[in-house]
């Protein structure tokens, strides 16, 4: 069972591996991208942890095929990005530049 992983490059661009794949140009800014997945797991994701040029993923929903997010700390990583873990069944994933929570 493959899974997915979900994760930043370059600093302008997200990354789908797996059984959901492919890319998202992001573009550098101060508001990061929202990425929603098909099994309820909702992030966000912005180039730049504190002054280090790394992807940062903050999760603010686990969702069901949700495993966790690998931190990383060094800029000089082969992925300096954090990396969303997902088990296998993950359908799909949408990534939006602007949203707005409605209360």
Known sequence: MIGSHIYGASDDLIEFEGEVSGECGYGVDDSGALVVCSDGTVL????????????????????????????????????????????????????????????
């Open 44 to 103: 966000t994701m912005k180039y730049g942890k504190g002054r280090l040029g790394i992807w940062q993923i903050t999760v603010l929903t686990a969702g069901a095929l949700f495993c966790g997010v690998e931190e990383c700390r060094d800029e000089d990583a082969a992925r300096h990005s954090d990396v969303a873990n997902f088990q296998h069944g993950l359908k799909w994933a949408y990534v939006a530049r602007e949203w707005e929570r409605v209360k």
